[in-house]
Nanobody, 122 residues
Framework: VQLQAFGGGLVQAGGSLRLSCAASGFAEDDYAIGWFRQAPGKEREGISCISNSDGKRIYEDSVKGRFTISFDDAKTTVFLQMNSLNPDDAAVYFC????????????????WGQGTLVTVSS
């Protein structure tokens, strides 16, 4: 499985960004792709995840109502639309995948893309 995350950048507080994760190489259809983030000095945390098989989406509490995860029509890219960004959202964002149901537990994911940096100015 190959994953490539992009779309990070600098945004003012209250602004929006859309991250993309290009995914390929799956051997079966029952997999989940998640977004995770890690700020300096903090542990990696799960933000959102979507399942390919049933479309189930889950979100970490702090991003509910602000972030939306989705597939493109071909299910080759997963998007993370991030609205109402605040400085606490600043981090390196990673996408990850594994053959499992939707999860926010980073240790259960075996395939990772490189990170993309999100900076939020106050």
């Amino acid at each position: 499985v190959q994953l490539q995350a992009f779309g990070g950048g600098l945004v003012q507080a209250g602004g929006s960004l859309r991250l993309s994760c290009a995914a390929s190489g799956f051997a079966e259809d029952d997999y989940a792709i998640g977004w995770f983030r890690q700020a300096p000095g903090k542990e990696r945390e799960g933000i959102s995840c979507i399942s390919n098989s049933d479309g189930k989406r889950i979100y970490e509490d702090s991003v509910k109502g602000r972030f939306t995860i989705s597939f493109d029509d071909a299910k080759t890219t997963v998007f993370l639309q991030m609205n109402s960004l605040n400085p606490d959202d600043a981090a390196v964002y990673f996408c990850a995948a594994d053959y499992q149901r939707s999860s926010l537990v980073h240790r259960t994911f075996s395939s990772w893309g490189q990170g993309t940096l999100v900076t939020v100015s106050s």
